[in-house]
């Protein structure tokens, strides 16, 4: 199984940016990393991916390490709609399909 | 696009009953998964099919369970008897593999399962 480091829990005050950390030391040359994330009540979203060079979109950024052994999601702004639980992922290659959902990290985003 | 649709959202059966969830992935997606998510055990891949056809039904926790594709737009999941211990809530994703993409998956609203 692929499998992924991440704190259990972490706390941010609304405006301010949050980063959010994934060990992934396991993970083969062709694996993306893959962040998604699971709103109260709501089945998972994309959030991004990447796979050796750092990536934006309108969601969040992602910082990788260059050995590829970790990397960091961040959130710029935090809003209380980003509370959520957020899932890191290393997946693709010849398991295309195969997302292994760890317990991921519960974002509390303070008003 | 509406999205994945999954059908019931919420069931409340009594073990030993057949349950059927129901989902239609989006239009052009060749790829369907089925995840099971309880607080135990989180968020499970069950089965997933490429272009109709299962490819990996490895996570489908015994017989009781079976999945079909009949079609490009529908797919269900039968768990048939139920027993409480089923009771989670099933999500069903879609995603579709041009060239170069990867494994962006798109989840439905799940279905919540109880079993009594």
């Known amino acids: 199984d692929a499998k992924t480091t991440q704190p259990n829990s972490m706390e941010s005050n609304e405006e301010e940016p949050v980063h959010l950390p994934c060990n992934h030391s396991t993970i083969s040359g062709t694996d993306y990393i893959h962040w998604y994330r699971q709103l109260p009540s709501q089945g998972p979203e994309y959030v991004i991916h990447?796979?050796?060079s750092n990536v934006n979109n309108r969601m969040a950024s992602l910082a990788i390490a260059e050995d590829r052994k970790s990397s960091t999601l961040i959130l710029h702004r935090a809003t209380l709609r980003d509370a959520a639980v957020y899932y890191c992922i290393h997946a693709g290659g010849t398991s295309y399909g195969k997302l292994t959902f760890g317990q991921g990290t519960i974002l509390t985003v303070h008003p | 696009d509406a999205g994945v649709i999954q059908s019931p959202r919420h069931e409340v059966t009594e073990m030993g009953q057949e349950v059927t969830l129901r989902c239609k992935p989006i239009s052009g997606h060749d790829y369907l998964f089925w995840y099971r998510q309880t607080m135990m055990r989180g968020l499970e891949l069950l089965i997933y099919?490429?272009?109709?056809?299962?490819?990996?039904d490895s996570g489908m926790p015994e017989d009781r369970f079976s999945a079909k594709m009949p079609n490009a737009s529908f797919s269900t999941l039968k768990i048939q008897p139920s027993e409480p211990r089923d009771s989670a809530v099933y999500f069903c994703?879609?995603?579709?593999?041009?060239?170069?993409?990867?494994?962006?998956?798109?989840f439905g609203p799940g279905t919540r399962l109880t079993v009594l």
């Open positions: 994703a879609s995603s579709s593999r041009k060239t170069g993409s990867t494994d962006t998956q798109y």
């Open positions: 099919f490429n272009n109709n056809v299962p490819i990996d």
């Open positions: 990447g796979l050796t």
